[in-house]
C-alpha cells in the first residue's frame, strides 16, 4: 500500500511557513489586503494601512488644569501662609475651560479663599502652574501611530482628538471554509453510523472571525477530485485563503494534495506537527490554500499554527500572542523526536507554583482543547519531560482564573462534573477542575503537592475499610484530612435489557468483560469480590482489556465489545444501559490539613452542606448525600 | 471655594466596587442579564447561562483511528518480522471509518504488504490497536462545558459534535453613553477655542463593544441638571449600564453627582485612583450608573476598573485579564500616598530583562496611553518606586512584540517617528519606541542598561565637537559605537511672519524666550551661543521657563505664551510658526558596541542605508543625510 500513496512528509512548522510564504509571492498572491477608508468609529480592530499623523494639537488651547480661579503669576509674587495676598483681578474657571486672556497660572479652589469679590491667595503661582500647554497631549504634525497597527479604542480617540475623522485601514481578510466528505453532514442533522457532523468547518469561521477576518461555508463537497478542484477555485475568487476541510492526509479519499497540486501549486504536504502531521500548504489561482486534517484537534492548531500568521500578514499586523508562564509538570510526558508536539493542560495553583496536567492527546479529543488551560509545545528535538519538570505553556486562561482553580485528581466521579457546574454559577471565578487517574494516582499527586484534593473510593480487603489505610500507605506522617463526597452504588453495567441474565460478580466467568486500570478503585473493588468469591481473575475474558473512566467501560458496552463492565449507575445511564448492583461504597475527598481552610475551598464546603445540592446529587440515582461533606478524618 | 461644593471623597477602587455592587442590589438592578438559546454557530463569545451536557458520544461509534485495514485480532497472533501472517479476511478503511462488524483491530498502510488478494501483517495486533472507540472525545451525559464560560470556537464544535445545537448564553449587555457638557461638539465639527470634540463617547463605546457589549451613544446633553437626569433616565430604560461622560467632578458645571443622587443612589462619589480620582458611581432605576471623568485617561481607566467587571458580573462570566510580567524601571517613578496611581510604560527587552520607562502621567495625555506597552499600578501605599527597581507591569502588547522593540532614549527627533514608521511597514513586529529625556538623559539610560540607542545631539563647548566628549564622559571606559543619524537646522522659532523681527540670539535679551530642560542638547547649544557672545542667561526673560520637546517649545510660542525658543525646523512648520536658523549640528546614536550586530537592529540599519529613506527626511525641511548611518565611533 506505501507504493500507491503520496508522500507525507515532515517539514518543520517555520520551514512549512516559509515555504508557504514563498510559494504565495511566486503564485502572485497580494503581500496585503487592500486599504479602504474609514470613519474612526468604524476603524476599531483594523489595522492601519498608513502612518496616523495629528492633524491639529489637543488640546488645541492652553486650558485650565484644575477648577479655580486664573490669576496673573506675577500678582502672587510673596504669597504665603502669614502673608495671603489678595486679588482683585482674577477668573473663575473650571478644568478644561480655555486660559482666558491676560492670565497664566490657575489656583485650585480648594486653595482658594472667597472675601467679598476678592479672592485669598496664600501661596505664589509659578507661571504656567495648573495650565494644560496646547499640544500637552498631541502637537500637530507628531506621529500618532505608525502603519501596521491594530487599532485599540483608545487609538481612535486619540486620533479624533488630533482631527483625523478617517483612517486608512485594511480591510478585514476574507476566508472561504471548502469542508469535503462523502460521510460529512451538517450540523443540525443525526448522524447515521458512519457519518460526521461538519463541527470543523464551524470552528474554523469562528476561528478567523475570532482574528478579525470574515468567513463563510461553501457546501460540503463529496470525495471527487473534480468537485473539489471546482469548489476550491470558485472559493479562491472571492477569498484571500482558502482552507479545504479534511482529505489532507494520503488515504484513499484524500484529495487535497492532488487537487491543489493539479489546479495550483503544492508547497508543504506534510508537518512536523502533532496534532496537525497530514497538513497541506499551497496556492490556487494566486490564492493561498491550506488543507486541513478532518481530526478537529489537528484542524484547530493547523489554523493557529499556519492561517493565524499568514492572515496576519495580509493584515500587515503582528500576529496575536498568548501569554506565556512557566508551570510544573504533574506527569511524565513521553513524545515522538522529529515532531513538535502540542500538549493540551490544564492548570492550578498548588503550593504556590502553577501546576500542568497534560489533558489526553489523541487529536480527535477536542474536549482536550475545550478543557485546556494552556498549551505545552514539547519540540521536535525532545523525548519529553519528566515528571515535576518546569516547562512553558501557553495561556488560554488568565493566571487569575487558573489561581481559582480547585485541582481534582483522582477518581473521577460525576457529583464533581455536578459541583464544578453548580460553584461555577455561583461565583465565574471559581473552577473545579479534575484529572482522573484512579484513586491512588490522585493520592500520590496529592504527597507530590500537584493538585489540592484526591477523589477516592478505595477499598483495603484486609480491614473492609475505605480510602484512611491507603492514605495512611502513601501519605505517611502528612497532615491530612478527609471529606465524605457521597456514598454510590457500583455496578455491573450491561446491555440494556441484560440479555445474559447477569445477577452478579459470579457471571462474570461467561461474559466478556471490560476491566477498569491498575490502581482505580473499581478495579480494588472488583478484585476484592473476587477474591470473596475464590474466581480467578485468569478465568475472565477481558479482565486484562483497562479503559480509564466508567463512561469509557459504558462505551465499550455500549459498543458491543464488551458484555459487562464494573462503575456507576450514571455511567450506565448516560449509554441508555442497564444496571446490577454489587456494592454501595464511599467516595472521599483526601487533601492536606492545611487547606481544610484555606479561602480556595470554602465555596466548596459552603456547596457540600446546601440541602438543593444534595437533592439534585440524589436525583442523579445510585447517590446517597447523608454523610455529605462530613470530616471523617 | 471648598464650602460650596460637594465633597468629593477618596474611597479605595476594590470598596468601591463593592459599594456599587451593594447599592444596585438594594436597588434591585439584575444580576444577570437574561439568558437566550441561540445556535451554536451564533454562540462565540456569549456566555453559557447553564452547564451544557452531551446529547450523545462523539465519536458516536467504534472508528478506525489509521487509514490501513481493519482485521480480527486473533487472526494476527504469532506474525512477527520473520513469521508474517498472510490475511484473506480483512476490509481497507480510512480514518473515521466505522470499524466494520466482526473485525477489532486496524493495522496502518504503512505496516500491510499487499500480496494479490491478501494481505501480509509482520507484527501482531493487541485488541483496539488505532480503533478510537465511541465516546473517546465525548460520552453521553458528560459535563461539557459548566455556565458562567465564555465560549470559544472550539466549544461550540465540541457542543455541535455532542449533538447540541442550541445554546443557552446570557444576551450581550446594553451600554448607553450619555455625553455631557456645554463645550462639547461633535467628531467631525471643527472646535472653536474652549470647544471640546466628543472622543470619549466614541472611546468608551468601543470599550463597551471589546467586551463584547452592545453600546450606543446618545445625543450630547447641555450642562442642565433638568436635561441631564431625563436624558439619564431615559437612557436607564433600555441599558444595563448608563455612562455619564464628564460632569463627575465637583466643578460650577459638574451636576453628575447631584443629578444621580437626585433620581436615584449615589454610592460613591470620588475615589482613591489617579488618573480617574473623581468618578460617580450609582444607580438610577435600577439601573447601574457610571458617571467618568471627562479626562480622556481617567475616562478610559474608570471605565476599565469599573464599569469591565460589573458587565462580566452580568454576565455571569469571569472579567478579562491582562497578563502580567516583571520589568525594571527606568527611572524613579514618584506617587501619592493615599492614591492607586496608574502609570501607563513603554517596554522593551535590553540586556534580556524588560525595561520600563514611564510615560506622562497626566489625565489628559491620551497619548500616554496609546504609546503604553504596559499599566504599572502604584499601590495607595506606597511612595513610588526607585530607578532600577524590578515591578509587576500589565501588559497591553505581547512578550514577544516587546521583544523586538528597539528602545531609544534621549533627545527626540522628528526623523526617529518617520524611522519609525517606515521600519513598522516593512515589518509588522518591529517597533522603534522613544522616550524624550535629553541627549544627556539618553546617555545615562544607556550606561544603566535601560535602553538600546541614545539620540544625542550634545555640543562640547570646548572642542566645539558634538556628541563623543560626553560619551567618554558618561560612558567612560565602555565599548560604545556611535552613528551618525542626520544634520539638522536648529534656530528660533518665532510667530508667523516674525513680527518681532528676530534675526539671530542676539536679539533675544528683548524677547519672552521658552527654553528646553537642562541635559537637553538644544539647551546646551543656546548656552554655547550666549557664552559666544558674552550674553548672561539672567538676561533673557524666561530663560528658567523649561519645555521637554521641541514640539513644546513650538506650542509655547504658538500660544503666544513666548516669542522665541531654539528648536528644530520641523517644529516650527508644525504650527505654522517661522524659523530663524542659528546652527546646523550632527544628531548621533549611541549604542553599546556589542549592539552593533544584534538581530534587532539590522532593519534600523538597513533603512539608513535607502535611498528613498533619506530622500524622505530630506524633503522635511532642515535636514540633512549625507552622512546617515555611518560609524564615527
Known amino acids: 500500500m506505501v507504493a500507491d500513496s503520496p508522500f507525507v512528509s515532515d517539514v518543520p512548522a517555520d520551514q512549512a511557513l516559509d ?108 507661571p504656567y502652574q495648573h495650565v494644560r500647554s496646547i499640544g500637552e497631549d498631541v ?24 482631527g483625523v475623522v478617517e483612517l486608512a485601514v ?12 462523502d460521510e460529512i453532514r451538517p450540523i443540525g442533522t443525526e448522524p447515521a453510523p458512519g457519518e460526521i457532523v461538519d463541527t470543523n468547518s464551524l470552528m474554523l469561521a469562528a476561528q478567523a472571525r475570532e482574528l478579525g477576518c470574515t468567513a463563510r461555508v461553501t457546501p460540503i463537497v463529496p470525495d471527487d477530485p473534480a468537485l473539489i478542484t471546482e469548489a476550491m477555485r470558485k472559493a479562491a475568487a472571492d477569498a484571500d485563503l482558502v482552507v479545504l476541510v479534511a482529505g489532507s492526509s494520503a488515504g ?56 493565524a500568521p499568514l492572515l496576519a500578514a495580509l493584515e500587515g499586523a503582528a500576529p496575536r500572542e498568548r501569554p506565556v508562564a512557566t508551570a510544573r509538570l504533574a506527569r511524565k510526558l513521553a513524545s515522538n523526536i522529529g515532531m513538535d508536539d502540542w500538549v493540551r493542560v490544564r492548570l492550578g495553583r498548588v503550593g504556590g507554583e502553577i501546576v500542568a496536567t497534560p489533558l489526553p492527546r489523541g487529536a ?39 489561581g481559582r482553580t480547585i485541582v481534582a485528581i483522582g477518581s473521577h466521579d460525576l457529583v464533581l462534573d455536578v459541583a464544578a457546574s453548580a460553584l461555577r454559577a455561583d461565583d465565574p471565578l471559581v473552577t473545579l477542575a479534575g484529572a482522573n487517574v484512579g484513586s491512588l494516582g490522585g493520592l500520590v499527586a496529592l504527597r507530590d503537592g500537584l493538585c489540592h484534593l484526591a477523589g477516592s473510593h478505595l477499598l483495603d480487603p484486609a480491614t473492609g475499610e475505605y480510602t484512611l489505610p491507603y492514605v495512611e500507605r502513601v501519605l505517611g506522617d502528612e497532615d491530612v484530612a478527609v471529606v465524605r463526597l457521597v456514598h454510590r452504588d457500583q455496578g455491573l453495567i450491561v446491555a440494556a435489557g441484560n440479555p445474559l441474565g447477569l445477577t452478579g460478580i459470579d457471571g462474570l466467568t461467561r461474559v466478556r468483560y471490560v476491566n477498569r486500570q491498575r490502581g482505580a478503585g473499581t478495579r480494588v473493588l472488583l478484585d476484592h469480590e473476587l477474591a470473596n468469591r475464590g474466581i480467578d481473575p485468569a478465568a475472565i475474558d477481558g479482565y486484562s482489556r483497562e479503559e480509564h473512566t466508567h463512561l469509557a467501560v459504558a462505551a465499550a458496552v455500549a459498543a458491543g ?6 462503575g456507576i449507575l450514571a455511567a450506565a445511564r448516560a449509554f441508555g444501559l442497564d444496571f446490577v448492583p454489587v456494592a454501595r461504597e464511599p467516595y472521599d475527598l483526601v487533601l492536606r490539613a492545611s487547606m481544610v481552610d484555606d479561602p480556595l475551598l ?21 447517590y446517597g448525600c447523608t454523610e455529605m461533606g462530613r470530616r471523617i478524618r
Open 19 to 126: 515555504a508557504w510564504r514563498d510559494a504565495c509571492a511566486t503564485a502572485g498572491c497580494p503581500p496585503r489586503v487592500d486599504a479602504v477608508r474609514v470613519p474612526v468609529g468604524e476603524a476599531v480592530g483594523r489595522v492601519t494601512a498608513e502612518p496616523v499623523w495629528a492633524r491639529r494639537s489637543s488640546p488645541a488651547f492652553d486650558a485650565a488644569g484644575m477648577d479655580g480661579i486664573a490669576v496673573r503669576a506675577a500678582d502672587t509674587v510673596g504669597a504665603a501662609e502669614t502673608t495671603p495676598v489678595l486679588l482683585t483681578d482674577f477668573a473663575v474657571v473650571d478644568t478644561g475651560d480655555p486660559l482666558p486672556d491676560g492670565y497664566d497660572g490657575v489656583v485650585m479652589r480648594e486653595h482658594v479663599h472667597r472675601v467679598g469679590d476678592a479672592a485669598e491667595v496664600r501661596a505664589a503661582v509659578p
Open 139 to 162: 502637537s500637530a504634525s507628531e506621529l500618532l501611530l505608525p502603519a501596521g497597527h491594530r487599532l485599540r479604542p483608545v487609538d481612535v480617540a486619540a486620533a479624533a482628538a488630533a
Open 170 to 181: 485594511r480591510r478585514s481578510p476574507s476566508v472561504v471554509i471548502v469542508p469535503t466528505g
Open 252 to 307: 484513499r479519499d484524500d484529495y487535497t494534495a492532488r487537487v491543489v497540486a493539479g489546479a495550483g501549486t503544492l508547497a508543504v504536504h506534510g508537518v512536523a506537527v502533532r496534532p496537525g502531521h497530514p497538513v497541506v500548504l499551497g496556492t490556487v489561482d494566486a490564492t493561498p490554500v491550506l488543507g486541513a486534517p478532518g481530526y478537529p484537534v489537528s484542524a484547530a492548531l493547523t489554523f493557529d499554527i499556519f492561517a
Open 364 to 402: 480527535g479529543v477536542l474536549t482536550s482543547l475545550v478543557r485546556a488551560d494552556g498549551l505545552l509545545v514539547v519540540p521536535a528535538g525532545l523525548e519529553g519531560h519528566h515528571a515535576g519538570e518546569r516547562v512553558r505553556v501557553e495561556l488560554l486562561r488568565g493566571l487569575g482564573e487558573i
Open 561 to 566: 465489545r464488551a458484555d459487562a463492565g464494573l
Open 602 to 622: 470554602a465555596p466548596l464546603w459552603e456547596l457540600l452542606a446546601r440541602p438543593e445540592f444534595r437533592a439534585e446529587v440524589e436525583a442523579l440515582g445510585g
